[in-house]
């Protein structure tokens, strides 16, 4: 059952996943159960769920993506949305962040299983003090479903992302007056979009919204 709901998910977003790309999210979705037991990495166990809450709500992101050949995954927790936008887009490097070791572990692990050669693990707390000694390079793309964007997602946008560059998150019940009043204390930041997603995933309303760098 879970396999079709992926399926037919993935259609709404104008998706059509390949045999070897379903049989990957089936490898990922029993070593996620399997190693819950012990690492406790989501309170979401059950497929359907598991499905829904964090396959294809990871999938809403392809919507914007817009090509971009390199993006980090800021707090990728046990991979989301990081390693399912890399089963669906192999030709780019993902960069998974994460600051807990059993995350970390776990993220190095399952890509190994997925065969997933576009995309890299590092253990670390990435903040704005350390984003620039971290990273030499820029990113086009900054992705993350951190509940703290504004005070800890941000700052790193603006040492991280190259020119023209976006930053995508999704939020249940986001304030855009907050958010913009947050950006309006980074002068190369602004909020360029926020609308319903393509499919609800974590909530009934779920939101993606994208920060934009200025050039």
């Not at 979705?29 to 294809?56: G, Q």
């Not at 399912?84 to 807990?100: E, G, H």
């Amino acid at each position: 059952m879970w396999r079709e709901n992926l399926i037919a998910g993935a259609r709404l977003l104008g998706l059509e996943l390949t045999t070897r790309q379903v049989e990957q999210f089936a490898v990922y979705l029993r070593e996620l159960k399997r190693w819950n037991k012990s690492y406790n990495l989501t309170t979401v166990t059950e497929s359907l769920e598991v499905t829904s809450k964090h396959f294809l709500d990871s999938l809403n992101y392809l919507v914007v993506l817009n090509g971009a050949k390199e993006v980090l995954d800021l707090g990728s927790g046990p991979g989301f949305p990081g390693l399912p936008l890399a089963i669906m887009l192999p030709q780019t490097k993902f960069v998974l962040v994460d600051a807990r070791r059993k995350k970390t572990l776990f993220l190095t692990f399952i890509s190994q299983q997925l065969g997933l050669e576009n995309v890299e693990i590092i253990h670390l707390h990435l903040s704005r003090g350390n984003a620039r000694t971290t990273f030499k390079q820029c990113f086009p793309a900054i992705v993350t479903r951190a509940v703290t964007i504004l005070r800890d997602v941000v700052p790193v946008a603006s040492s991280l992302l190259a020119p023209h560059g976006c930053l995508l998150f999704t939020d249940a019940h986001p304030d855009r007056q907050e958010i913009e009043r947050e950006l309006g204390k980074w002068s190369d930041l602004f909020l360029e979009k926020l609308e319903k997603t393509g499919l609800p995933g974590r909530a009934p309303d779920l939101y993606i919204g994208t920060i934009r760098k200025k050039g």
